[in-house]
C-alpha cells in the first residue's frame, strides 16, 4: 500500500495559492517563535494577509465550515444564551440558534479549543450542541462589541424609536451604524422573516402608517404596523443595502442584497414601485438551503419519479415546467439540474435573474441594457459547445423559436412556460407561434406544478368524510368510512393550523402518440382523453393522494385546484 500523503503545512499552502511570499513567511515565523502566537495570526498581525483570506484557507485546510462576520447578522436567541463576558473571555460567538435541534452555531478563531468548547457547553447545559464554524479572531471582537451592545428584538428597537430621533444621514454613510436603531430594525425585520421561512417580505406604506407583511407558506401575513414617519429611513437603508439609487424615488428599481443569516448565506432580491403613499419595496428571499432541493425530496409518487428519470435520460429535446408564478418551477428545474450536474456535462443557464448560484454550472443573467435577452442569449450560448441549456422562462416566438432550434440541434433544453396545466403547454405553444409539426417529436414532456400548505402535524384534526368530500376523492358509496384531517392551530404553527408547504405535481411524458395528436391538431378534450386513458395523474389527483395521506386539507387542494369536474 502507498503511504498516506501528508496534509501540506499552511505556510506552504499560502505560498503555492500566491497569497504571501517566502520572504513574509520567513518574517512571520520568526515573529511566531518570538510572540509564541499562531503562524495565521501572526501573518494577518503583520498585514501579509487579509484576515478574510486567512479564515477561507484554515477552513479549507481543516475541512471546517467558515463564515465573514462582516456580513453576517446573529439571531438574538443565540446572543442571549452567552453572556458578553464568556464570548470577549474565548473569543467566541454566538451565530444561531435552532430551537428544534437545539444547536447553537458559534464562530470561533480557533474551531478546536476544547478548554472553550467544555466551558460553553458547561454554561449552556448538556441539553444544546454546539456547532462551531472558523472565523477571523478581530472579525469576532468587532463583532461583540457591535452585537452585545445594542438592543436586537423588534420589539425592543421599535421601543428604542419611539423615544428616539432618527439621524438619516448615519444610516446613508454606514459609520458605527448599530448604534442607528433603524438599520438594526431593518436587519432584525429579515432576520425574522429567514427564521420564519417568510418567501417575500413587503413594505407598504400606506397615508399614515407603514405596513409590513410576510409571504409564509405562500399567503401573506400581516407582522408589523411602524408610523409612516419611519419609512423615510428604512427605505434609505434598504437601497443602500441593494444598491439602488436613494434619489430616485418616482421609478422602479432592482437591486440585490447578499447577507450572513441564521448562519448561512442568503440573497434577497429587492424591488421599488413608486405608489401614490410612497415607494413601495418588496424583498424576494433567496434562501440556498432551500433553494436546491434532492429530487429524491419534491415528494413524488414511484410512478411520477420514474417518468420523470425517463424524461431526463433523453439527451435531446425539450422539458418544459409549467404553473403560476410563485409555485416552485425554479426549485424543480434546479433540482432536475443538479441530479443531472456533474463533470461530464456543460450545463448553462439563462435566467431572469440568477436565483441560486450552483457550483459547476454557467449561469447567466438576461440583461436588455446590453440586450441580452432569452433568445439573443440562447443564441449565443449554443456556441459555448453546452449539453444541457436552461431557460428561464418562454414568453414570446422568438425565444421558443430559439428553444426548439437548440432542441433539434442535439441539446436537452430545460424550460418554464406559464400556463395552467401540463397539456395546456401544447395550445400555448401554438398561440406563441411554434408549429404543431416542430413541436411533434421535439418535446420531451412537460410538468405542471402548484405549492400547498401542509397541515400543522401537532394539531390536525382527524374526522370522517362526508357525501361530497368522498365524491370529491373519487371513493363510491359501497367503499369504508374514509378519514381526512381538517387544520386546527398551535403555538407550534403560530396558530395557522399548516406549516410548511407540498408540490403538487403532474407529468406528461411525450409518446408517439401524442406526437401524433399535435401533428394532426388535434384537439384539447383529444389530448385530454389520450392522457387519462394512459394513466396520466393531474395536479388534482396529486392533491386527493396527499387528503389520503393526511398530509394536507380538502379545503387547501380545493384552494389551488379545481375539484368541481369531480362531483359533476
Known amino acids: 500500500m502507498s503511504a498516506e500523503k501528508k496534509p501540506m503545512r499552511l505556510g506552504d499552502l499560502l505560498i503555492e495559492k500566491g497569497f504571501v511570499t517566502p520572504d513574509q513567511l520567513r518574517i512571520a515565523l520568526i515573529e511566531q517563535k518570538r510572540q509564541n502566537e499562531p503562524l495565521g495570526k501572526m501573518l494577518v498581525q503583520l498585514g501579509f494577509i487579509a ?29 442571549k444564551l452567552i453572556p458578553k463576558t464568556h464570548a470577549e473571555h474565548y473569543h467566541l460567538l454566538p451565530i444561531d440558534y435552532d430551537q428544534e435541534r437545539k444547536v447553537l452555531t458559534v464562530a470561533m478563531a480557533d474551531t478546536f479549543n476544547v478548554v472553550a468548547l467544555d466551558q460553553t ?22 463583532a461583540i462589541d457591535q452585537f452585545y451592545g445594542y438592543e436586537l428584538s423588534i420589539e425592543g428597537i421599535l421601543h428604542e424609536l419611539e423615544t428616539g430621533e432618527i439621524d438619516y444621514k448615519s444610516i446613508q454613510s454606514g459609520s458605527d451604524e448599530y448604534s442607528q436603531p433603524l438599520v438594526r430594525l431593518v436587519d432584525a425585520t429579515m432576520m425574522d422573516a429567514v427564521k420564519r421561512a417568510a418567501s417575500d417580505i413587503h413594505f407598504e406604506p400606506e397615508e399614515g402608517f407603514l405596513r409590513i407583511r410576510y409571504r409564509i407558506d405562500g399567503v401573506l401575513r400581516q407582522v408589523q404596523t411602524l408610523h409612516k414617519n419611519y419609512w423615510s429611513g428604512i427605505s434609505v437603508r434598504l437601497k443602500v443595502m441593494a444598491g439602488m439609487d436613494i434619489a430616485e424615488t418616482r421609478a422602479s428599481q432592482d437591486g440585490r ?11 434577497f432580491r429587492v424591488a421599488s414601485q413608486p405608489t401614490t403613499h410612497g415607494e413601495n419595496i418588496v424583498l424576494r428571499v433567496l434562501d440556498r438551503e432551500k433553494g436546491i432541493v434532492p429530487l429524491e425530496k419534491l415528494d413524488l409518487t414511484d410512478e411520477a419519479m420514474m417518468l420523470l428519470k425517463l424524461m431526463m ?9 409549467t404553473g403560476p408564478t410563485g409555485s416552485g418551477k425554479t426549485t424543480t428545474l434546479y433540482s432536475m439540474l443538479n441530479h443531472l450536474n456533474d463533470e461530464t456535462v456543460n450545463i448553462m443557464t ?47 416566438e422568438d425565444t421558443a423559436t430559439m428553444a426548439f432550434r437548440a432542441a433539434m440541434t442535439g441539446h436537452q433544453v430545460f424550460a418554464t412556460l406559464h400556463t395552467n396545466s401540463a397539456l395546456g403547454a401544447i395550445p400555448r405553444l401554438q398561440d406563441i407561434g411554434i408549429l404543431p409539426d416542430i413541436m411533434a417529436g421535439n418535446i420531451i414532456g412537460v410538468i405542471a406544478q402548484r405549492l400547498i400548505r ?27 368510512a374514509a378519514t381526512i384531517f381538517q387544520h386546527q392551530g398551535c403555538p407550534k404553527c403560530d396558530y395557522r393550523g399548516f406549516k410548511g408547504r407540498l408540490a403538487l405535481i403532474e407529468v406528461l411524458r411525450m409518446d408517439k402518440s401524442i406526437d401524433e395528436l ?47 369536474d369531480r362531483v359533476m
Open 313 to 321: 435520460a433523453r439527451p435531446e429535446g425539450i422539458i418544459m415546467v
Open 454 to 480: 401542509r397541515l400543522c402535524s401537532h394539531c390536525k384534526q382527524s374526522r370522517e368524510a362526508d357525501e361530497i368530500e368522498r365524491r370529491l376523492m373519487g371513493l363510491d358509496e359501497n367503499a369504508a
Open 51 to 79: 484576515e478574510a483570506v486567512m479564515r477561507d484557507v484554515l477552513g479549507d485546510q481543516l475541512g471546517q465550515e467558515s463564515i465573514d462576520l462582516s456580513k453576517a447578522v446573529p439571531d438574538r436567541e443565540a446572543i
Open 121 to 142: 457547553v458547561a454554561l449552556l447545559g448538556s441539553g444544546i450542541e454546539i456547532h462551531p464554524v472558523l472565523s477571523g479572531e478581530t472579525e469576532i471582537e468587532a
Open 518 to 564: 399535435i401533428a394532426r391538431r388535434a384537439t384539447s378534450r383529444e389530448l385530454h382523453d389520450h392522457a387519462m386513458a394512459n394513466e396520466f395523474q393531474s395536479l388534482a389527483e396529486d392533491g386527493i393522494r396527499y387528503v389520503m395521506q393526511g398530509d394536507t386539507s380538502l379545503e387547501e387542494v380545493a384552494r389551488v385546484v379545481d375539484l368541481t
Open 350 to 396: 439563462l435566467e431572469d435573474p440568477v436565483e441560486y448560484p450552483m457550483p459547476m454550472i454557467r449561469q447567466t443573467s438576461v440583461n436588455e441594457a446590453v440586450k441580452l435577452d432569452f433568445a439573443n442569449g440562447i443564441r449565443s450560448m449554443m456556441r459555448q459547445d453546452p449539453d444541457i441549456i436552461l431557460v428561464g422562462e418562454i414568453r414570446d
Open 257 to 267: 442584497i447578499s447577507m450572513m443569516l441564521a448562519g448561512r448565506a442568503v440573497d
